[in-house]
């Protein structure tokens, strides 16, 4: 047995070296004990006791690898074993005998496993260290076009395989090279390059490459396509490209077909395949994209894009995005608004922190999520999905100071009206951030939501923010609504990390799905229903009078020392109006408060088809208390 060569591989990765140690390890022996002796000199290197280097252990290890569970890497590892217990037993056809019976099935498929799973520059590195151990120069060479000896060095390789010598088929199989690869690698020997390879033309023009007019045409077919087809957006920021968008149900390939069909009686026979035109787009026109399929986009937005596209003058089409830009600069301001906010409200906790004193602001985002079932798991049978669970609601108020959001919820049983109805009224939100309005005690708050009329920019929830500076419960308050279409913020975050916990998780109960919340981040926390319904409508519309034209204003500010009146804009940098929002003759007293208001549960009929389709999927140690969430 050969001694371990001294190898050392130019530009490798010692990460790459140390799982093969052990491998060297196996094959060499440990370090102090690399003498071996030689098989008798009598017997040929192929014919070796075949109990000595192939037992029946090797067979007994296939077998297990085939007995083995049928998982992704147990199957590739099996394949491997296979395949190298295989090729021991067929031989390598050598006229001499069978090489692979001078190593173990075992050994082989270690070191081929290892060489099929690194990559290609350090497997390359790895045999060419191996080949520079296993070279030699031959001392003469004969010349077959002269007579005399030539007396030229010349590299052969005595091929080996932990310390064996094998022929060349073994080495390839091995360490899983074709013949054509090992060839390349001893040419790099002979030539001393044990060093990483670049390509000749790497960072050069090829030499089949196309004109450079070619990639011209290609260029100004894609932006030409682009000013038809594309709908621009205007909000171009830190001096880049404005991006033009191509319609969702074009791609490349669409693209290049056009192209291909406009230049072919052009250009002749040099017309970019679609992967040079893919490159070449990419490459020099990043800012041309394809618009990807969205929900809840901006109908504004639309439909200025559609006004673009279909602009026939360019009069029009500058007018049209003209209009486009302006709304989106629009949006984007009360954007940095939200953002400002949020930075303000942090620095100030952060200087009180530091003081250690309290601080005086707070800013919070609330909203509705989208409303989630029970029972819901992981893996979901068919029928489900054509019944009717029972509905929750959830309501997120974020912290964006803390970074911590409290989510409210509660099932159709729990809601004010029965059913699960009236959940998205002004009782309910007004209830809800009452609720955390009073946990906070901050003299300045400020608030910002979407601009939903019906649950959030209505006569009840600015008549109720009235109250609370009026009362004295606050000093100031402003309450920001952010355009339609363009009201993405923290709150929606909060919600997207629970819905991604809750689709991968089992949830039969509304205690299950608070559990989910709370695991989800450290961010959300969950508050089951321990409120009061509260008819803030009736109490509030008895003393207060809604603002005329309340949609057209985005911004409403409330202060202690102007009680009853409101500030509102209706832009970031607009004017400031001053509304005075109570009745005439109306004096609001710190102690009056609504009256209360009780759930309306679930009705019979509900409650029936409950229990008769829906709690059969349930868990078993979980219906009775299904059973008792739609009866309470």
């Given at each position: ?78 394949d491997l074993l296979l395949e190298a217990t295989a090729r021991v037993a067929t031989g390598c056809g050598c006229v001499d005998g069978n090489h692979f019976r001078r190593l173990s099935a075992s050994q082989i498929h270690v070191l081929r496993s290892s060489m099929t799973a690194v990559d290609k520059q350090a497997k390359k590195q790895y045999i060419l260290g191996i080949l520079e151990g296993c070279s030699r120069k ?104 404005s991006t033009v968008y191509l319609p969702a149900y074009q791609n490349y390939k669409i693209v290049h077909t056009k192209y291909f069909d406009e230049l072919k009686d052009q250009s002749g026979d040099y017309i970019l395949g679609y992967h040079a035109f893919r490159l070449t787009w990419q490459k020099h026109c990043p800012s041309v994209k394809f618009m990807t399929p969205r929900e809840d986009v901006c109908a504004t ?107 409210y919820i509660f099932h159709e049983g729990q809601a004010i009206g029965i059913d699960g109805s009236k959940s998205h009224g002004p009782n309910c939100v007004i209830s809800m951030l009452h609720h955390t309005l009073e946990q906070l005690h901050h003299p300045q708050v400020l608030l910002h939501a979407d601009n939903c009329v019906g649950q959030n920019k209505n006569k009840s929830v600015i008549a109720y923010l009235a ?166």
């Open positions: 047995m050969a001694s371990r060569p001294d190898i050392q591989v130019i530009g490798l990765d010692e990460d790459f070296l140390d799982p093969l140690q052990s491998d060297d390890d196996q094959f060499y022996g440990q370090e102090g004990n690399d003498e071996v002796s030689e098989p008798p000199a009598k017997k040929s290197r192929c014919d070796v006791d075949e109990d000595e280097y192939y037992s029946e252990e090797d067979t007994a290890n296939a077998e297990e690898a085939v007995e083995s569970p049928n998982t992704s890497e147990n199957t590739e590892n099996r031959a001392e003469t060479q004969h010349s077959r076009r002269c007579e005399s000896e030539d007396k030229r060095n010349y590299i052969t390789f005595q091929y080996a395989v932990g310390g064996r010598a094998v022929c060349r088929t073994v080495f390839c199989f091995v360490y899983a090279l074709t013949r054509w690869q090992l060839n390349q690698l001893q040419h790099l020997v002979r030539e001393c390059a044990v060093v990483p390879r670049e390509h000749a033309l790497k960072g050069k023009e090829g030499n089949n490459a196309f004109p450079l007019q070619v990639h011209k045409d290609a260029i100004r077919f894609i932006r030409n396509y682009a000013v038809v087809y594309g709908l621009p957006q205007p909000a171009a920021r830190r001096g880049r490209a937005c639309e439909y200025h894009r559609e006004l673009v596209t279909a602009a026939r003058t360019e009069e029009e089409k500058l007018e049209a995005s003209e209009n486009f830009r302006m709304h989106v600069e629009d949006a984007q301001r009360e954007r940095d608004a939200y953002r400002g906010a949020i930075l303000s409200v942090k620095q100030e906790m952060e200087d009180a922190a530091r003081n250690k004193k309290s601080a005086r602001s707070v800013h919070l985002t609330f909203d509705f999520a989208q409303n989630i079932h029970l029972p819901y798991h992981y893996r979901q049978v068919g029928p489900l999905f054509f019944k009717s669970p029972l509905k929750v609601q959830l309501f997120g108020v974020c912290n964006e100071g803390s970074q911590v959001q409290y989510n109250w609370r500076c009026m009362t004295g419960r606050q000093e100031s308050i402003s309450l920001s609504f952010m355009r339609v279409g363009h009201t993405r913020c923290s709150v929606d975050g909060c919600f997207g990390l629970i819905k991604q916990a809750y689709h991968r998780s089992d949830c039969d109960t509304i205690e299950q799905f608070s559990d989910v919340i709370e695991k989800s981040a450290k961010c959300n926390k969950a508050v089951l229903f321990n409120w009061e319904w509260l008819d803030w409508d009736a109490y509030l519309l008895s003393h207060f009078k809604p603002i005329p034209g309340i949609r057209k204003y985005h911004h409403f500010r409330f202060s202690k020392a102007d009680p009853g009146y409101v500030f509102v804009k209706t832009g970031v940098h607009a004017e400031e109006l001053k509304h005075s929002v109570v009745k005439r003759g109306h004096q609001i007293n710190k102690e009056d408060f609504p009256s209360s208001l009780l759930p309306a549960g679930i009705s019979s009929t509900r409650q029936q088809y409950l229990m008769n389709n829906i709690r059969e999927h349930c868990h078993s140690a979980q219906k009775d208390r299904f059973d008792s969430m739609i009866r309470s």
